[in-house]
């Protein structure tokens, strides 16, 4: 059953990636500008599940529905599509091309969804103000810190106003300092564009920032406030 | 412990070991195969002068029971020589070649195991039917200068020895009494094609080895970081490195070993342009051998602290690289510059057979290539620059060339050297080829092939056998000789040229004519003797004799009175003749021994085997006696031969270096896997991506292979200048060579797009 009002929905998700259950009958919804953290130790199945509602991996069994769309029915292009316009990501690692500087990077969203590339720069470089990394806007990935870099995932992945942010550990590579202002950061603007947020973490430090918590835990998901 | 890390980097670790292993194995046995090529021709010139029939010496070898009467039955069949000789034993001790172990007997020959194979086979009826002798045995090899050689030995009947012909000769033993080598020097401008062939093809197999030892760089080079994070400093994990690609590279020189004895093994079934060679000719000089046993090793270590220079291995995994220096263009003209110096002072040595140095040729030649490997980072580095930003997958590609534009440049590196390198070749090649066709004239739509008719063979049979011959549509019969105006030492020589009406309208214009009518050709180019002969009204002499030579006809001849003029024009062989022109019944009998039969036949191609047929019609008039394949066209065979030879060459090379751009394309692609799967997460399409792959492959070899044509023209034209030919850009070869070159990399992109495609589904971001 769809939870009334989520923007994003899945029911008895199932995926395994051969003889390992990575999914083993998951739940999850998500109501816009609400900020969900899945928690759950590793291997547990958070990543894919994250994979699964962004559409980047086909579960097995089971629905996601995504504003009223069955994403089952999607073909590929369609959910790229759909990646594009209406999501963002910030993974831990490996998200900004080393090749573009960082406005370029930022920019990129909006430019594969066919913004001009001024406007798409100009769009950028607001976001990276909103989190304080415009000076970094001529320098490449390679020469920016680790707490840089992901501010700068940051704005790429809310540069397109997404509806929903996916979030996979965005703070795993950071200090606890620098861990810390790029979750404020990150919530901060995606409430302020009433954005969902799907937090995938281990850290209680990093799902305190949310509003609501999951647990995924051998491929099942729990509301944290049943278990508690 | 960069040895022990190359050794115990589990399967991935392996698979890098045995990808550089035989990525350099490859070109060390390419490299072994090029130091064996002087030991090849050596054995080949010794097996030849062994067996040779005339000893040049100037000993009189008078008849006994340890001599034999010789002559070369040489023939040709399919265009492809079949050496041959009939021997004729004057006493019980007379001397058998090499590899055979009894003389054949009149009627009979011994053959080499590749004739006896094609005689037994339906190729070679029409073969069979002009050696009809019956095969009593078979050369052993030592006999035979290569495998794959058509050779024969048949007896000999009725061979007579002749002073005024060396068609027989008399021998008491087989070979040459020199050691079989030649005085006189090597064309020179064969020597620098032979030179730039070598430096050409070579240069780069030695940026294969080169690109080979830097398989598996980036992930060797994470590997160190996380030796630096544990203590490591950085000349000590230099020093790693240095010991890991030195791993790879002896490796890759056992592998290489084994490779040039399988090949070893394998040359005698191969082949090439009527060159085959026994595996025991394949022993690489031991000085080359040794050098590229020590040089390989040391290249892989320098091309290591080379690629380690521009980056910093720092702790904790990363290994960041800074933006490069500047690439500065001084010192990379300096290469070129300093190698067409080196050719510059060589410029007309082609010309009356002057020398090359092949120190300054091989060096210029090195320097010029090498240049293109310095320049065409440079001229990457300066293009991308300043290229504006276009759509994603453009701006993605040219942002990356930007960032790297030294790797894109050592990508296409090997392919622009050795397509510079094929197009300064062609070039010379063609030019050569241009200048004999303009030195040959023979009609070939008139006649194309010509036989010299045998003193004891009556002219007409002769025409009566040809005309038989299937595929034969005409016969231009004449007869030959000389005239002068004494019977010894004449100082006015002029041509006679005897032949039906007919005959005679192929080489003159005739005012009108029957048989018993003369001619005298007035005004053809280069003949003031005619004129002067007729003048002098005196009886001239056919074939007269000169001082110190046996006596020739000297056939007293009178110019009748009623000597008529004809007018010059091309004959079949594409010469003005002059001289005089006589029908059959105005040659006086006694005459007739002073001229000789020429026949040129002009024939229908469309006919199979139409030139073999011919050859059988001749060896059935005289089988000592070979019909000739007018010159033009075969030399220009020979030339398309070569040109063929190095085109396939040259693509051969291109594709080694196809096969290790492949390998770097596909590591790359693998280090950005986690990269393509998150541009493809926030719905990058994947179409963006293939493009940016494809422009970041094609811009730089785009302007790899446009450096490779001005080197390839300039390296061409010096050469052509160096040669004293006329200098002329054979644009198809320029588009060939940089079409090739275009293709193999367009082809490596390609087969890269499958695993790119597979590296952009989302499991990339999976980390467990």
Sequence with gaps: MTPAGSLLAAHDLRKAYGPTNALDGAEFSIHPGEVVAVMGPSGSGKSTLLHCLAGIVTPDSGSILYDGREMATMNDAQRSALRRSEFGFVFQFGQLVPELTCVENVALPLRLNGTGRKDAERTALSWMERLEVDDLKAKRPGEVSGGQGQRVAVARALVTNPRVLFADEPTGALDSLNGERVMELLTEAARSANAAVVLVTHEARVAAYSDREIVVRDGRSRDMERIV | MGVRFAFTGGREGWGRLLLTAVGVGLGVALLLLTAAIPNVLEKRDERAAARMLFTYTDREVSKGDNTLLAADATTTYREESVGGALLQPEGSRAPVPVGVDKLPGAGEMVVSPALKELLGSDEGKLLRDRLRYRVVGTIADTGLIGPAELLFYAGGEGLVLDPENSIVVRIDKFGSEDDGSSDSPLDPVLLLMVLVVFVVLLTPVAIFIAAAVRFGGERRDRRLAALRLIGSDSRMTRRIATGEALAGAVLGLCFGAGFFL??????????????????????????????????????????????????????????????????????????????????????????????????????????????????????????????????????????????????????????????????????????????????????????????????????????????????????????????????????????????????????????????????????????????????????????????????????????????????????????????????????????????????????????????????????????????????????????????????????????????????????????????????????????????????QTAVPVGLGLTLAAVVGITLGTVLLKMSDIPVSVDWMSVLSMTGVGALVVMGVTLLSLPPLVRMMRPEGLRTE
Excluded at chain 2, 338 to 353: F, K, Q, T, W
Excluded at chain 2, 543 to 569: H, N
Aim: net charge neutral; charged share 20%.
């Design chain 2, 262 to 695: 399988i090949g070893r093994q394998l040359a005698a079934d191969i082949e090439l342009f009527e060159i085959s060679v026994f595996p025991d000719y394949l022993n690489p000089s031991l000085g080359l051998a040794a050098l590229v046993a020590v040089a390989v090793p040391a290249a892989a270590v320098l091309v290591t602290m080379l690629a380690l220079r521009g980056v910093v291995i720092e702790p904790l995994g990363v290994v960041r690289t800074a933006r490069p220096a500047r690439r500065r263009l001084w010192w990379r003209l300096l290469l070129p510059l300093g190698g067409l110096a080196m050719l510059y002072p060589m410029i007309g040595n082609g010309r009356d057979n002057g020398e090359f140095n092949e120190y300054l040729v091989t060096g210029g030649v090195l320097l010029l290539l090498i240049g293109v490997t310095a320049l065409l980072p440079w001229a990457v580095e300066v293009v991308v620059a300043r290229l504006g930003s276009g759509s994603v997958s453009w701006q993605l590609a040219i942002r990356r060339l930007q960032l790297s534009s030294g790797t894109a440049a050592r990508m296409v590196n090997g392919i622009a050297v050795a397509v510079a390198g094929a197009i300064a070749l062609q070039m010379l090649f063609t030019g050569a080829e241009g200048e004999y066709t303009e030195y040959t004239k023979n009609d070939l739509t008139r006649a194309q092939m010509q036989f010299t008719v045998p003193e004891d063979v009556p002219l007409a049979s002769a025409v009566g056998k040809f005309t038989e011959t299937k595929g034969v549509r005409q016969v231009i019969a004449y007869s030959e000789g000389y005239v002068g105006e004494r019977r010894k030492d004449s100082q006015l020589f002029s041509s006679v040229t005897v032949g039906d009406c007919a005959s005679l309208r192929e080489v003159a214009t005739l005012p009108s004519c029957r048989d018993g009518d003369v001619f005298a050709i007035k005004g053809a180019a280069d003949d003031d003797a005619t004129a002067k002969l007729v003048e002098l009204g005196r009886p001239l002499y056919l074939d007269p004799s000169d001082s110190g030579l046996p006596r020739s006809t000297e056939a007293a001849w009178t110019l009748p009175k009623d000597l008529k003029q004809a007018q010059p024009r091309m004959d079949p062989t594409g010469i003005e003749r002059g001289g005089f022109l006589i029908t059959p019944s105005a040659l006086p009998a006694h005459a007739a021994p002073a001229v000789t039969g020429q026949l040129y036949l002009k024939l229908d191609e469309s006919v199979p085997d139409v030139r073999d047929l011919v050859r059988n019609t001749a060896a059935r008039i005289d089988p000592l006696v070979e019909p000739s394949l007018w010159a033009s066209s075969q030399r220009s065979d020979e030339y398309e031969n070569i040109r063929v030879g190095l085109f396939v060459g040259a693509s051969c090379v291109l594709l080694l270096i196809g096969a290790s751009l492949l390998v770097s394309q596909l590591e790359q692609l693998r280090e950005r896997r986690k990269l393509l799967s998150a541009l493809v997460a926030f719905g990058t399409r994947r179409r963006t991506l293939t493009m940016s792959v494809l422009w």
